[in-house]
């Protein structure tokens, strides 16, 4: 069983930047795939960005290319997803997930198997 806990969320004005982060109980990165989700009010669990375990491919959504970064540091067991240009369509809660096949980067929320519980990203002046 492994363990995802997210921070680095919160409230922000138009045009700021924030940086997310996702730590896991035991060593994960370079065996999964992560991704991270995002999920706005009455909208469905979509992928925004994904990083294969060897971090030589990675996956963005249209909407979020150039302005997200997705990146994982092994060594301290994280995952990050840098946030540059936020808008207020960008508001939601962000999920890190991880998916353990290792295969491919997958972009539907039903291939990943383990989930943190969220952190709440609200962009507004």
């Known amino acids: 069983q492994v363990q995802l806990v997210e921070s680095g969320g919160g409230l922000v004005q138009p045009g700021d930047s924030l940086r997310l982060s996702c730590t896991a109980s035991?060593?994960?990165?370079?065996?999964?795939?992560m991704g991270w989700f995002r999920q706005a009010p009455g909208r469905e669990r979509e992928l925004v960005a994904a990083?294969?375990?060897?971090?030589?491919?990675?996956y963005y959504r249209d909407y979020v290319k150039d302005r997200f970064s997705i990146s994982t540091d092994n060594a301290a067991n994280m995952v990050y997803l840098r946030m540059n240009s936020l808008k207020p369509e960008d508001t939601a809660v962000y999920y890190c997930?991880?998916?353990?096949?290792?295969?491919?980067?997958?972009?539907?929320?039903?291939?990943?198997?383990?989930w943190g519980q969220g952190t709440q990203v609200t962009v507004s002046s």
């Open positions: 997930a991880a998916d353990s096949t290792g295969l491919a980067i997958r972009i539907e929320s039903s291939d990943y198997d383990y």
């Open positions: 990083i294969s375990r060897s971090g030589g491919s990675t």
């Open positions: 035991r060593r994960t990165f370079s065996r999964y795939n």
